[in-house]
């Protein structure tokens, strides 16, 4: 998980769970057994995803499936465990549908109930459009857009408060003006350091982006910098050399937060149209104390995002 600034903004209340339906869930998280099926958003075969829209309980739901990975720690059991049916033989050559065991089978499973229009349009294919934002455009277009819509980041709040994934935090510097916590993102599933994947969520409540960051946040985020991948080092032995640390604009959600992902992994959102390498946005902010005040940045939109409506009926698209 380009994602769309508008529909992506309020970013499912936090209500997201993952599950299996499974006899291990039982008293646990919601079971998907019951789930209808209404359509599919839409899908990936590159990234092996999967966007269902249907009901759970009689309430709208939104169920992304996802193969997770093959291991290198698992090769052994996958091996001597599977079972080959094959499915053509040429020469050297022969191809196979291999049944793995159940435990190197599963699915990350994420689920968005009860979601909104807002969570199914999000997920559905469409087309996007790359809108250039002048310092001008922000504050005429775009901030006033975001003033009111009012997206809701209370459960970053929860986090931050540890009244939610609390258990999930691997870092925290709780310095009111410097500090953040560090997490895995819910794309994530831990089992491996090849598709790494971690939030700092910055404590300070008043930045929503980078357009609102100056030279006296500099600080902040060389904490970040500097503090992330040392945690990150400790906890996954993964050297800074190896890390992509980046902000996104259109953010996801309209809170501060950083990406640490693995060099190597393409995570969604990871292009330069929407990317911003936290070690750039320091150089420039240190060059320039209003560097992203009047700036003109890029980022894509999805044809119904709301915003892009705001940039046409102005003019700017």
């Not at 039982?26 to 599919?40: A, I, K, Y």
């Not at 997490?183 to 599933?189: S, V």
């Not at 969520?201 to 980078?210: E, F, T």
Request: with cysteine.
């Amino acid at each position: 998980m380009a994602k769309a600034a508008g529909e992506e903004t309020e970013e499912l209340d936090h209500r997201v769970k993952r599950v299996k339906c499974d006899s291990e869930n039982n008293g646990g998280e919601t079971l998907l057994c019951g789930f209808q099926t209404s359509s599919v958003l839409s899908d990936s075969a590159r990234e092996k995803t999967i966007f269902i829209h249907g009901k759970l309980d009689d309430q709208d739901a939104v169920v992304i499936l996802e193969k997770t990975p093959i291991r290198e720690d698992t090769l052994t059991d996958l091996f001597t465990g599977s079972r080959l049916k094959l499915e053509m033989r040429n020469d050297i050559y022969s191809t196979y549908w291999l049944q793995a065991p159940p435990h190197l089978n599963e699915i990350k499973t994420t689920v968005v109930c009860p979601a909104t229009e807002k969570h199914v349009k999000k997920y559905q294919r469409q087309e996007s459009f790359l809108v250039e934002e002048s310092g001008t455009d922000y504050e005429s277009i775009t901030l006033p857009y975001i003033q009111r819509q009012s997206f809701s980041v209370q459960w970053v709040y929860n986090i931050l408060e540890k009244k939610a994934e609390a258990e999930r935090i691997t870092y925290e510097d709780p310095d009111p003006e410097v500090g953040f916590v560090l997490l895995p993102d819910f794309k994530w599933d831990q089992k491996q350091v090849n598709d790494l994947y971690l939030i700092a969520i910055v404590h300070k409540r008043n930045i929503r982006s980078l357009r609102d960051l100056t030279s006296e946040h500099i600080p902040l985020l060389q904490n970040i910098f500097q503090r992330g991948k040392e945690a990150i080092l400790k906890n996954f032995n993964l050297p800074a050399s190896k890390l992509r640390v980046y902000l996104h604009y259109q953010p996801s959600y309209y809170h501060l937060h950083v990406h640490f992902t693995k060099l190597g992994y393409e995570a969604p959102g990871c292009g330069v149209e929407r990317a911003h390498l936290l070690a750039d946005v320091i150089q420039n902010l240190q060059s320039d104390p209003k560097y992203y005040k009047t700036r003109t940045l890029y980022f894509p939109l999805r044809a119904d995002d709301g915003l892009l409506g705001k940039f046409k009926e102005a003019g700017r698209l």
